[in-house]
């Protein structure tokens, strides 16, 4: 592994607790002594719309986000199905906290929209936010399986703070994980305004983030959607390749 002083800055932009727990990762890899700058380009806003009647077999949730905002919401109704489909590992783990049943996909939306083309039958509740990816509820819908989204949180945006903006500016090289297309388009327009001059590098979580970067900026993409699979293409732009 590359030395503490020739090891790159990290900018996370994710909402706060999942930047913190994910900044802990970095450092459990890399060091304790790591430059991390936490600058979340959006923050979850928790909505209570009424449920739908259903009845449903099982929900599904495609973030820890919807999982937080369903054990937030007030008037969450008692018939509700305990299992619960989840995008992934991380997802799922909260869906336990809350009480639920979880069957982690382990991948992204099309993933998860596969699980459960093989294995459920039913009609299904997406609770999701107000800009979501991957057209869940109507994919499957559309195959046979009746889904009704339900939104119960929107994602507000927040600029990038000045700590970031001076490692933007900076001469340090950068590396910047990326974990969904909102906030890979929000990083992109922000670039526009700060001009920065570090060299940079991003990291896509998927091929659905990195579509919505532009085509001339350099990135990476990880090998799976997973924060693990991040960590490990973090780490391949810092360990310097092993000569023979």
Do not use: W
């Not at 802990?24 to 209570?48: E, K, M, N, V, W």
Request: neutral net charge; hydrophobic residues 45%; proline residues 10%.
């Amino acid at each position: 592994m590359a030395t503490q002083s020739r090891l790159p800055a990290f900018l996370l932009t994710r909402p706060m607790a999942q930047s913190q727990r994910f900044a802990a990762q970095l450092r459990h890899r890399f060091g304790p002594d790591l430059l991390i700058t936490i600058s979340p380009l959006i923050a979850p806003h928790y909505l209570a719309p009424a449920f739908p009647v259903g009845p449903f077999t099982a929900l599904i949730f495609t973030s820890e986000t919807g999982v937080a905002a369903f054990a937030h919401h007030p008037n969450r109704p008692n018939c509700l199905p305990i299992r619960a489909y989840c995008v992934g590992d991380q997802t799922a783990k909260a869906a336990q906290s809350a009480g639920l049943e979880p069957v982690s996909a382990d991948g992204d939306a099309a993933t998860l929209i596969a699980l459960i083309q093989a294995t459920h039958t039913g009609p299904l509740l997406h609770l999701c936010g107000t800009q979501t990816r991957g057209d869940v509820a109507q994919t499957l819908t559309d195959a046979g399986h009746p889904t009704t989204a339900l939104e119960l949180y929107d994602q507000r945006e927040h600029p990038l703070t000045a700590a970031a903006i001076d490692l933007l500016r900076g001469e340090r090289p950068l590396l910047v994980p990326l974990f969904s297309p909102r906030s890979a388009t929000l990083f992109c327009q922000h670039l526009a305004i700060v001009a920065p001059t570090a060299p940079l590098t991003v990291i896509a979580l998927s091929a659905a983030v990195a579509t919505a970067l532009p085509t001339t900026m350099d990135h990476h993409t990880a090998k799976k959607p997973t924060a693990d699979a991040m960590i490990v293409a973090l780490a391949n732009l810092c360990d310097p390749p092993q000569v023979p």
